[in-house]
T-cell receptor
Framework: GESVGLHLPTLSVQEGDNSIINCAYSNSASDYFIWYKQESGKGPQFIIDIRSNMDKRQGQRVTVLLNKTVKHLSLQIAATQPGDSAVYFCAENVGPSGGYNKLIFGAGTRLAVHP | DARVTQTPRDKVTEMGQEVTMRCQPILGHNTVFWYRQTMMQGLELLAYFRNRAPLDDSGMPKDRFSAEMPDATLATLKIQPSEPRDSAVYFC???????????FGPGTRLLVL
């Protein structure tokens, strides 16, 4: 994993606004990406995924955008709610490594939603 | 609602003691991952099992850590002897081989004094 230091980058938004969380990935050969949400005291929870043959995928209130040219991934959350407050991780599948699909996790971004 | 379960949720122990963490993967999943999460290092992969066989434990300190799957419904991670630097949250995740999505358990928060 990447070193995150003592402080995660934080995105502060007002309730009801849209949030955009960004992630830069490292391996141009990665073919699958996942966003996870981790609430305090809980394990990472799967939110949405996207394959490299797509550039956009939508879920319920969430959209993931993939720009392979600049190796950038973003998660958009519409009408952000207090329950969206959490740390968000992107993960890339670097492909069969040692015989299995290994996920590499980003450092994480803390989303703070204010009423 | 199928989910990964982990026990214990919290563990406080003294340096030198043995610690055993347990994980029950989602029924039917054949891959199990052990991760360690700290503020400094983020999520680090410790070990990977497929069909109960350990395929990768390169992320694990071999001298004190061991991981096993006694059966398809139980994965264990053991630390002996434990050290203060092992303090972290340990997550288990499960999935299907060939499918990249991993589903995480709630974690075991370990504090070694």
């Amino acid at each position: 994993g990447e070193s995150v230091g003592l402080h995660l980058p934080t995105l502060s938004v007002q309730e009801g606004d849209n949030s955009i969380i960004n992630c830069a990935y490292s391996n141009s050969a990665s073919d699958y990406f996942i966003w996870y949400k981790q609430e305090s005291g809980k394990g990472p929870q799967f939110i949405i995924d996207i394959r490299s043959n797509m550039d956009k995928r939508q879920g319920q209130r969430v959209t993931v955008l993939l720009n392979k040219t600049v190796k950038h991934l973003s998660l958009q959350i519409a009408a952000t709610q207090p329950g969206d407050s959490a740390v968000y991780f992107c993960a890339e599948n670097v492909g069969p490594s040692g015989g299995y699909n290994k996920l590499i996790f980003g450092a994480g971004t803390r989303l703070a939603v204010h009423p | 609602d199928a989910r990964v379960t982990q026990t214990p949720r919290d563990k406080v122990t003294e340096m030198g003691q043995e610690v055993t963490m347990r994980c029950q993967p989602i029924l039917g999943h054949n891959t199990v991952f052990w991760y360690r999460q700290t503020m400094m290092q983020g999520l680090e992969l410790l070990a990977y099992f497929r069909n109960r066989a350990p395929l990768d434990d390169s992320g694990m300190p071999k001298d004190r850590f061991s991981a096993e799957m006694p059966d398809a419904t139980l994965a264990t991670l053991k630390i002996q002897p434990s050290e203060p630097r092992d303090s972290a949250v340990y997550f288990c995740a499960s999935g299907f081989s060939g499918i990249e999505t991993q589903y995480f358990g709630p974690g075991t928060r370990l504090l070694v004094l």
